[in-house]
């Protein structure tokens, strides 16, 4: 069929494989252009289809040669629907590193289970018998708590007072003004179930309890900070008390690893265009007069190049980690630079729908989001036949 985008809010709903394979195929030339340096082998990635967790697994299969196992939750094509984008992207993933001789293994199921983390767990002591390194790079709206069988939703909210500031409609450019209610104490609670450390944790004990995490065996999660302009409903908010748990799991987790030599760390990482952060209201304007700020200044960053610069610069180098006073690795250094927040703060000041196209990146913005389900990527026809079941 031919595959064009059908845009339903803030997602795609449909996804295009040449596109998506492009797009890794990208990002797999970008860390093959670093060259191959001594880093980790065995590599478990919980996320590993988009954005982030899939920019980890490109950088430590194609930086360093490790085999990777990923997991993540994605709907495979039928005759008559694409599948999801995250689903085209493993794909292509695991030909390419088939095609590179590297071992490469993907589970598609829910990652907040006790099957998919026994499945994972067999899988590792079947193939690899033990992992040297697990990133956690989850994403996700809800999650089902294996015990007890309740789910919890995640919501994006602030915390203790109402919050209203601009935001914009990426697909029409205007830009208004919205309003959001403080969440409740259930919401916070939910949204720190879904959100917070606690899968992480569980993950870590189930591979621990199994014998399946090599000595010095490190562990990754990712969070954000962000500025002054998006904390009352990011860091300040709901999110904000989940990342606060996430960071705070960190530091148990690497207690927890102490005997075996283990180190559990968070990154902070840059704010870039995927399904989850386009889907936080503020965010995308933030994003926009940001990639406009940092593309003028030459310190632009998309996923692979934060992940290629996580393994390269912080977690593999001959230089102990470098870690924030609340012992985090900071890769929006280049984002939080004073001179780059004060530009973003002057823009925001004056940005409306009639000058977004001149004041932000706002083309960008778009270019990227339509780039996560694989359309107008360069050298895709996308007039051509294409078809929807790829595995
Ligand atoms: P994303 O939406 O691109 O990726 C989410 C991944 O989680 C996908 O692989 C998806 O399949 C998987 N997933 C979701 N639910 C699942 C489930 N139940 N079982 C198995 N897999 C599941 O998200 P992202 O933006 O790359 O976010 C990853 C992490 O990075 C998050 O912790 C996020 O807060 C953090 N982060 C994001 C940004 C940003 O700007 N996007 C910035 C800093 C930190």
Same mark, same amino acid.
């Given at each position: 069929?031919?595959?064009?985008?059908?845009?339903?809010?803030?997602?795609?709903?449909?996804?295009?494989?040449?596109?998506?394979?492009?797009?890794? *195929?990208?990002?797999?030339?970008?860390?093959?252009?670093?060259?191959?340096?001594?880093?980790?082998?065995?590599?478990?990635?919980?996320?590993?289809?988009?954005?982030?967790?899939?920019?980890?697994?490109?950088?430590?299969?194609?930086?360093?040669?490790?085999?990777?196992?990923?997991?993540?939750?994605?709907?495979?094509?039928?005759?008559?629907?694409?599948?999801?984008?995250?689903?085209?992207?493993?794909?292509?993933?695991?030909?390419?590193?088939?095609?590179?001789?590297?071992?490469?293994?993907?589970?598609?199921?829910?990652?907040?289970?006790?099957?998919?983390?026994?499945?994972?767990?067999?899988?590792?002591?079947?193939?690899?018998?033990?992992?040297?390194?697990?990133?956690?790079?989850?994403?996700?709206?809800?999650?089902?708590?294996?015990?007890?069988?309740?789910?919890?939703?995640?919501?994006?909210?602030?915390?203790?007072?109402?919050?209203?500031?601009?935001?914009?409609?990426?697909?029409?450019?205007?830009?208004?003004?919205?309003?959001?209610?403080?969440?409740?104490?259930?919401?916070?609670?939910?949204?720190?179930?879904?959100?917070?450390?606690?899968?992480?944790?569980?993950?870590?004990?189930?591979?621990?309890?199994?014998?399946?995490?090599?000595?010095?065996?490190?562990?990754?999660?990712?969070?954000?900070?962000?500025?002054?302009?998006?904390?009352?409903?990011?860091?300040?908010?709901?999110?904000?008390?989940?990342?606060?748990?996430?960071?705070?799991?960190?530091?148990?987790?690497?207690?927890?690893?102490?005997?075996?030599?283990?180190?559990?760390?968070?990154?902070?990482?840059?704010?870039?265009?995927?399904?989850?952060?386009?889907?936080?209201?503020?965010?995308?304007?933030?994003?926009?007069?940001?990639?406009?700020?940092?593309?003028?200044?030459?310190?632009?960053?998309?996923?692979?190049?934060?992940?290629?610069?996580?393994?390269?610069?912080?977690?593999? *180098?001959?230089?102990?980690?470098?870690?924030?006073?609340?012992?985090?690795?900071?890769?929006?250094?280049?984002?939080?630079?004073?001179?780059?927040?004060?530009?973003?703060?002057?823009?925001?000041?004056?940005? *409306?729908?009639?000058?977004?196209?001149?004041?932000?990146?706002?083309?960008?913005?778009?270019? +990227?989001?339509?780039?996560?389900?694989?359309?107008?990527?360069?050298?895709?026809?996308?007039?051509? +036949?294409?078809?929807?079941?790829?595995?």
């Amino acid at each position: 069929m031919i595959i064009q985008p059908k845009i339903r809010g803030f997602i795609c709903t449909t996804a295009h494989p040449t596109g998506c394979a492009k797009n890794v *195929t990208d990002q797999i030339e970008y860390v093959k252009s670093k060259g191959k340096k001594e880093g980790p082998k065995k590599v478990l990635v919980i996320g590993a289809s988009t954005g982030y967790g899939l920019a980890s697994r490109i950088a430590a299969a194609f930086g360093y040669g490790a085999a990777t196992i990923g997991v993540f939750f994605e709907k495979p094509g039928t005759a008559n629907h694409t599948a999801t984008a995250g689903w085209y992207n493993s794909v292509a993933f695991m030909r390419e590193a088939v095609q590179a001789g590297l071992y490469a293994k993907s589970i598609n199921g829910d990652a907040f289970s006790d099957q998919i983390k026994n499945e994972t767990i067999e899988l590792i002591k079947k193939d690899l018998g033990t992992v040297d390194l697990v990133v956690y790079s989850l994403a996700s709206p809800r999650r089902t708590h294996p015990k007890t069988g309740e789910t919890f939703s995640s919501v994006i909210k602030p915390v203790g007072k109402p919050f209203q500031n601009k935001s914009v409609n990426f697909h029409t450019g205007e830009v208004t003004q919205v309003s959001l209610d403080p969440a409740t104490d259930e919401e916070i609670r939910q949204t720190v179930q879904v959100m917070g450390g606690e899968d992480w944790e569980w993950w870590m004990r189930a591979l621990r309890e199994a014998n399946v995490l090599a000595d010095g065996v490190n562990t990754v999660a990712y969070s954000y900070i962000g500025p002054e302009l998006t904390k009352a409903v990011y860091r300040d908010g709901t999110i904000g008390r989940a990342k606060d748990h996430l960071e705070a799991t960190a530091g148990q987790l690497t207690d927890y690893l102490q005997p075996i030599g283990g180190h559990a760390y968070v990154s902070v990482n840059k704010a870039v265009v995927t399904q989850s952060s386009s889907a936080i209201p503020v965010v995308p304007l933030y994003i926009s007069l940001l990639f406009k700020v940092m593309k003028e200044k030459g310190t632009h960053e998309g996923c692979i190049e934060q992940m290629h610069r996580l393994f390269d610069d912080k977690l593999y *180098t001959w230089r102990d980690t470098e870690l924030d006073d609340q012992g985090r690795i900071r890769l929006d250094d280049l984002e939080m630079r004073d001179d780059v927040q004060d530009e973003v703060s002057k823009l925001w000041a004056t940005v *409306t729908s009639d000058n977004l196209a001149s004041l932000s990146d706002i083309e960008g913005y778009r270019e +990227e989001f339509m780039k996560l389900f694989g359309f107008g990527l360069q050298g895709v026809d996308y007039e051509a +036949e294409a078809d929807p079941i790829m595995e």
